[in-house]
T-cell receptor
Framework: QKEVEQDPGPLSVPEGAIVSLNCTYS??????FMWYRQYSRKGPELLMY????GNKEDGRFTAQVDKSSKYISLFIRDSQPSDSATYLCAMSAMGGNTGKLIFGQGTTLQVKP | DAGVTQSPTHLIKTRGQQVTLRCSPKSGHDTVSWYQQALGQGPQFIFQYYEEEERQRGNFPDRFSGHQFPNYSSELNVNALLLGDSALYLC????????????FGDGTRLSIL
């Protein structure tokens, strides 16, 4: 069993839809949670960074962490074609700066105009 | 402000050869981590360097080695290349102090023939 499970999709939605991306994990030591966006032939770009349980909002993006259920989510409101990319969840037991990041497989999202 | 830069962008090698990949961290960062990303998968942690020493290592064989220089730049060396080493190799940098997450470069795409 992988430490982090993420539905690879692909996920296709119309422009303006609300998108929900999810990851589950098995290691209760994870405390730092990240969402990265990766465009084709590019490196991962940090979207959201949270510590422990709770919600964090940044513009159209909201990250949720439920440590009791070992479940994290990323919501994208008013999705745009430019949001079409692969979304990677990542986790670390130590800080996001010093800990090794454990990634999910990535979910491919396509937003159709 | 330059981000994480990696060279070369693409590389083609044959089985049994050796390869060296290079990374310059984001300005102000002192910690460098390397990841391997196979096609359709999330990145996997190889190792992390700080103060010119390997601080953490993932589940990769000794054929994978690295180095960090006094200016914080880093190299990843892979010996006796196998077909399975074909992947995108990502460098990420961060600052040891504080709690800001890792920033990634666009990677080196390595193809083994």
């Amino acid at each position: 069993q992988k430490e982090v499970e993420q539905d690879p999709g692909p996920l296709s939605v119309p422009e303006g839809a609300i998108v929900s991306l999810n990851c589950t994990y098995s290691n209760s030591a994870f405390q730092y949670f990240m969402w990265y966006r990766q465009y084709s032939r590019k490196g991962p770009e940090l979207l959201m960074y949270t510590y422990s349980s709770g919600n964090k909002e940044d513009g159209r993006f909201t990250a949720q962490v439920d440590k009791s259920s070992k479940y994290i989510s990323l919501f994208i409101r008013d999705s745009q074609p430019s949001d079409s990319a692969t979304y990677l969840c990542a986790m670390s037991a130590m800080g996001g700066n010093t800990g090794k990041l454990i990634f999910g497989q990535g979910t491919t999202l396509q937003v159709k105009p | 402000d330059a981000g994480v830069t990696q060279s070369p962008t693409h590389l083609i090698k044959t089985r049994g050869q050796q390869v060296t990949l290079r990374c310059s961290p984001k300005s102000g960062h002192d910690t460098v981590s390397w990841y391997q990303q196979a096609l359709g998968q999330g990145p996997q942690f190889i190792f992390q360097y700080y103060e010119e020493e390997e601080r953490q290592r993932g589940n990769f064989p000794d054929r994978f080695s690295g180095h960090q220089f006094p200016n914080y730049s880093s190299e990843l060396n892979v010996n006796a290349l196998l077909l399975g080493d074909s992947a995108l190799y990502l460098c990420a940098s961060s600052l040891r102090q504080g709690n800001q997450p890792q920033h990634f470069g666009d990677g080196t795409r390595l193809s083994i023939l």
